[in-house]
């Protein structure tokens, strides 16, 4: 969390990881909303595990570097490695494996211990392109998603349903919390917040889940 | 294994190890020894020369077991207090007392430092444009002080404080940038560039304090690291379940480049140089992984891929190369792109390499047991995989080495049959040619007013003209080549060599039978501009050549009707030379003499 911005200028650098359980799409998810691409033979990348995208909201110019992480369950324990210093998390989970959607409480549950309120988290259900074999329920996804101060969105990344509009309100929400601790560093001058130094507030109350800005998906450039 | 595709350019592992053979890794700044050893040296110099300052004050009889005596007392007194500051947990350090001790310390670190020089002619645009301005001399103080500062607190703080320092100093002097009012007008790009190279130099310079720095656990976490890697040698790509495709040559080239890439970072000295190596590795992984994924490969193969490679790689010092890297790297420019993510992972990988267990690696805990202990060794692990796939790597590169070679045989091959079908058609034309205008032009020489000289005599003033001799007429054939060729030959050589060494017994020889006649004619036309010559000897041989010259383009352009104005007019061929001076009469009449002279003796 601590060395959250570096508004170096009028910009943000982000950094945000994608966790969740190996062949939920995490990959897929990043090339889609970074190249537009699924299953493509022209994917320009060698690598999709390291993705950087420019955005302009609200006149700001945002930098995201999208970190994919290796997913399998014997990699967990490498987890605080990766998120480390990151400002936002995609959890994702396949809808039609529940066992999945079990690791992503068991993400959230870890990273809101260690990282308290300073990393803004989304939970995403990909693949809704296969509902007919639903196992993960709306409801239950949902109300785990409020009750951790998560976002929480039903994705698709092979049909695009929904990528743009997730990590646009999770820029969204990264900004604004970016400015609320640039505004306490500011006031009570707290040196040293760098690195590992992690500083617990309680700010639960944080979470307004669906901040349906007009300009939503308006100002995007890539 | 790897010796035969380890980089150039590295030392090799014996030269990092301590001399005193101990098996730790020495360090050029501890004279070659490793720290322990270092330290023992160093007392054991210390109490050398105290001895010898004590000894001189003492008869020399008596002095021998005086300074056994005190050398072993101030020994012990030596460990006990190492004992004592170990109890306290103190970690044995200079002492502060020398605080202007590092003025000298950078003095000699500056000195013959040929990576800080190279640093600077990396960066010598960048010198160069900022040099003789406020901007030159702000960085020059902020950098100094910030060395300074680092010297100074070297032997007080720990490594931890000392990072704090350096992180601080990044961000001020970042600031620094951004605010004061000496930069303004200095675009983004150079200020960025400023940053890297205030960070390149410093570290540079003070690497050698800061590297692996004896008053930290570096060294014995880099022995506890290297030696869990070496008995993890067993593990396979299938063990770690990463998509490699050992067989093929592309990826095994690739392994290599990847290993390499890594194996560098020991040798690289700023931290951004050494987070390059990690980035060069990992884009080789990745390249690596397209060949076996066919496609762009995301975490979930990358990070096992990185881990066999750690594995195969054993890199040195790996441990105090990435604390290193974490303490001094510039974080808020570095760790946030490309190679802080593949740095991010390297960190991974060696934290996995650490706990690994044999849940990690699917196997059963007795396996992995009878396997880290060495007792059992898998048939099939990538060492024995690797060593005959050297062999045949090698001989892949013998036959491609062959198959060169043999496509260059035969191309030559060709080229010198072709040049030999060549040669027999250009002899079948030239026969052909030749024999058509022989068929066509019978050569017949029907007057010759002139008669060969005899050139055989040494003195040349003393030639003389032979009695005329009627010639007759009859036809000849030249013997194989055509006239204009031979007489092409005789005419240069004439020219070109005017000296009285001119081969003549074959000359002779060719018209002994049939002098009188002068029936061939290249040997009268060569006699010709001979005698010409040598009675005009002060005429310059370039005007000969250049006539010669002019001749010969004609003769070869209009061979027949040259030719035939040659037997028309057979009888003017010996006033061509007469034409071109009048003094070639008297000389030519003495050549004759001669000539009559040398046939009487004949």
Redesign the interface.
């Known amino acids: 969390m601590a060395?959250s911005i570096?508004s170096?200028g009028n910009g943000y650098?982000f950094?945000v990881v994608l966790l969740g359980e190996?062949?939920v799409g995490?990959?897929s998810i990043a090339?889609r909303y970074v190249e537009n691409k699924f299953?493509d033979?022209h994917?320009s990348?060698?690598?999709?595990?390291?993705l950087n995208k420019k955005l302009t909201v609200h006149g700001k110019k945002v930098n995201l570097?999208i970190?994919?992480?290796?997913?399998?369950e014997?990699?967990h324990?490498?987890g605080p490695?990766?998120y480390?210093?990151s400002n936002g998390a995609i959890i994702v989970y396949d809808v039609t494996d529940y066992d999945t959607f079990q690791r992503v409480i068991n993400w959230v549950t870890e990273l809101r211990k260690m990282l308290g309120s300073g990393i803004c988290l989304a939970i995403a259900g990909n693949k809704v392109d296969l509902e007919k074999d639903r196992r993960v329920y709306t409801e239950e996804a949902e109300e785990f998603a409020n009750k951790t101060g998560a976002m929480h969105f039903h994705i698709s990344a092979k049909l695009n349903e929904n990528i743009e509009e997730m990590f646009f309100q999770l820029t969204l929400r990264m900004i604004e919390h970016a400015d609320l601790m640039e505004q306490k560093s500011t006031l009570s001058r707290t040196s040293?917040i760098?690195?590992n130094v992690v500083v617990v507030e309680d700010e639960a109350e944080e979470t307004e889940p669906t901040k349906s800005s007009c300009c939503s998906g308006s100002s995007h450039t890539s | 294994m790897y010796s035969t595709k380890t980089p150039t350019l590295r030392i090799d592992e014996a030269d990092l190890k301590c001399k005193n053979g101990c098996g730790f890794y020495g360090n050029a700044e501890w004279e070659g020894y490793c720290s322990k050893c270092y330290r023992e040296y160093l007392q054991k110099q210390r109490s050398q020369t105290e001895c010898n300052v004590y000894g001189q004050g003492y008869d020399l009889a008596s002095s021998n077991k005086n300074t056994i005596s005190a050398h072993q007392k101030y020994e012990e007194k030596k460990v006990q207090q190492e004992k004592k500051y170990k109890l306290l947990n103190i970690s044995f350090r200079k002492p502060v007392t020398k605080v202007q001790g590092y003025q000298e310390l950078l003095y000699e670190l500056t000195k013959d430092n040929p990576d800080l020089e190279k640093v600077k002619t990396d960066n010598r645009d960048l010198i160069a444009m900022i040099a003789k301005t406020p901007v030159e001399r702000d960085v020059r103080k902020c950098m100094h002080s910030f060395i300074i500062e680092i010297l100074q607190n070297k032997d007080v703080k720990r490594i931890e404080e000392l990072s704090?320092i350096t992180?601080n100093f990044y961000q001020v002097f970042a600031k620094r940038l951004?605010n004061s009012a000496k930069y303004a007008d200095i675009t983004p790009e150079i200020k960025e560039k400023l940053l890297d190279y205030v960070e390149r130099y410093a570290m540079t310079l003070l690497y050698r304090i800061l590297f692996c720095p004896p008053f930290t656990n570096d060294e014995e976490k880099d022995l506890a690291i290297q030696k869990r890697i070496r008995q993890l040698n067993w593990v396979s790509g299938k063990n770690l379940?990463c998509r490699i495709h050992e067989t093929s040559s592309e990826v095994r080239e690739l392994v290599y480049t990847s290993i390499t890439d890594l194996l560098n970072m020991d040798s690289a000295k700023a931290p951004q140089e050494k987070l390059s190596c990690v980035i060069y590795c990992c884009?080789n992984i990745?390249?690596m992984?397209?060949q076996s994924v066919g496609?762009?490969?995301?975490?979930?193969e990358?990070?096992?891929a990185l881990i066999f490679i750690v594995l195969k790689a054993n890199p040195a010092r790996l441990k105090s190369n990435i604390n290193f890297i974490t303490r001094f790297c510039n974080?808020?420019r570095l760790?946030?792109?490309?190679g802080g993510?593949?740095f991010?992972n390297l960190?991974?990988a060696v934290?996995?390499i650490e706990?690994l267990t044999a849940?990690?690696l699917n196997m059963d805990e007795k396996d992995f047991n009878a396997y880290m202990s060495g007792e059992r060794v898998p048939a099939n692990t990538w060492e024995s995989a690797l060593m005959i796939c050297e062999s045949l790597h090698l001989m892949c590169e013998d036959i491609t080495l062959l198959d060169e070679m043999k496509a260059k045989t035969t191309e030559i091959m060709t080229e010198a049959l072709n040049l030999k079908e060549k040669m027999l058609q250009f002899q079948e034309e030239m026969k052909s040619e030749v024999n058509m205008v022989l068929d066509k032009t019978p050569l017949l020489i029907t007057h010759s007013q002139r008669l060969p000289t005899n050139l055989d005599c040494e003195d040349i003033e003393s030639y003389q003209l032979p009695p005329p001799i009627i010639p007759q007429v009859c036809p000849t054939t030249i013997n194989n080549s055509t006239p204009q060729n031979d007489m092409r030959i005789s005419l240069i050589e004439d020219c070109i060599t005017p000296s009285p060494t001119f081969d003549f017994p074959s000359f002779i020889g060719d018209d002994s039978f049939d002098v009188s006649k002068a029936e061939d004619e290249t040997s009268l036309i060569s006699l010709d501009t001979q005698s010409d010559f040598d009675t005009q000897q002060d005429k310059s041989t370039n005007e000969l050549l250049v006539s010669t010259h002019l001749n010969l383009p004609c003769s070869t352009e209009s061979e027949q009707e040259d030719y035939h104005g040659f037997t028309v007019q057979g009888s003017n061929i010996p006033t061509i030379p007469c034409s071109t001076g009048d003094l070639s009469l008297n000389s030519t009449e003495m050549d004759c003499e001669n000539y009559t002279s040398y046939f009487h003796n004949t």
């Open positions: 060395s570096n170096t650098n950094k190996g062949c995490k990959t090339l299953n033979r994917i990348t060698l690598q999709a595990s390291f570097a970190w994919d992480t290796a997913g399998q014997k990699f324990a490498l490695i990766y480390r210093m040293s760098r690195r | 704090e992180q951004e379940e884009r990745f390249l992984l397209q496609g762009p490969a995301s975490a979930d990358f990070l096992p974080a808020s760790m946030t792109g490309e993510y593949y991010t960190c991974c934290s996995f706990n849940e990690s």
